[in-house]
Nanobody, 127 residues
Framework: QVQLVESGGGSVQAGGSLRLSCAAF????????MAWFRQAPGKEREGVAA???????RYADSVKGRFTISQDNAKNTLYLQMNSLKPEDTGTYYC?????????????????????WGKGTLVTISS
């Protein structure tokens, strides 16, 4: 059974950093398009970053230069390093896995494209 478990969320001040982790069980992360999404209160869930099976990465414009997505295939774990955090980065962050081609078609940021989801971890950035 496929399972994704996020951790690493918390509360920090603007300008600070957090590192999110997503442990995967039941499949191999390197076979899929892996992504991080976030959802702020009252807003739609949006794609933040994705990493393809070849290690190439994609980012939403709002986080480029501040966030870095990576994965450790030996640990079957996905990461999101978040630096220079802003209050608008506040939300619940979700780990997701979709078909490998989602990363190459540009559809990785579409919620309906992803097949598996974690339960999320809350990130709160104060000004």
């Amino acid at each position: 059974q496929v399972q994704l478990v996020e951790s690493g969320g918390g509360s920090v001040q603007a300008g600070g950093s957090l590192r999110l982790s997503c442990a995967a069980f039941g499949y191999t992360v390197s076979w899929y398009c892996m992504a991080w999404f976030r959802q702020a209160p009252g807003k739609e869930r949006e794609g933040v970053a994705a990493i393809a099976s070849d290690g190439s990465t994609r980012y939403a414009d709002s986080v480029k230069g501040r966030f870095t997505i990576s994965q450790d295939n030996a640990k079957n774990t996905l990461y999101l390093q978040m630096n220079s955090l802003k209050p608008e980065d506040t939300g619940t962050y979700y780990c997701a896995a979709g078909p490998y081609y989602a990363c190459y078609s540009g559809s990785w940021s579409t919620r309906s494209r992803m097949d598996y989801w974690g339960k999320g971890t809350l990130v709160t950035i104060s000004s």
